[in-house]
DNA sequence: CCAATTTGACCAACC
DNA sequence: CGGTTGGTCAAATTG
């Protein structure tokens, strides 16, 4: 498979067109809010559960088990990027630094500050989830 | 070249 | 028992 073989020129022009196109765009328009600590992409996948792209991040430190999963709409036009952010595991590292989202912590943080906190934040735009239960009503 | 990132496949848990 | 969903890892690709 190999000597050359011309007809492999390019002739696809089937699919692979706007693969980078839509998913650049789609970078484009997600904005991550910073926590402070680095996170490395592991995963992506769709929740038909609810309708959403879930992308699955995780603490660069070895000895971190922080974990950051983010959920957001899956159509990107229509404007608005609602990103819900959800930080699972215990840290045990310094932040990065940079601007957090709030609380430093200055006070006497050690013990267990930062032990079982992290747990389920959500952020950015809550529209009317001040409680909805989730069940798809049927 | 390296590192980062992406996609797919695999596995486990749950119903 | 089977099907399904969610979650994670590994490999491949791109910058």
């Known amino acids: 498979m190999s000597t050359d073989v011309s007809t492999t020129s390019m002739d696809q022009s089937e699919e692979g067109l706007n693969r980078e ?17 680095e996170w490395k992409k592991y995963g992506q996948k769709f929740i038909k559960n609810i309708g959403k ?55 006497a943080s050690s013990s267990n500050a ?5 747990l389920t934040q959500v952020l950015g735009g809550d529209h009317q989830s001040t409680s909805t239960p989730r069940p798809p009503h049927a």
């Open 21 to 37: 196109d839509e998913q650049e765009m789609e970078r484009r328009r997600l904005k991550l809010p910073e926590d402070g600590y």
């Open 53 to 107: 792209f879930r992308s699955y991040f995780k603490c660069q430190r070895e000895n971190c088990m922080a974990k950051k999963r983010a959920e957001w709409s899956s159509r990107s036009d229509g404007e608005l990027g609602e990103i819900r952010i959800v930080y699972d595991g215990v840290h045990s590292h310094d932040q990065h630094s940079s601007s957090a989202s709030n609380s430093q912590e200055t006070s």
């Open 114 to 118: 930062n032990q079982y906190n992290l």
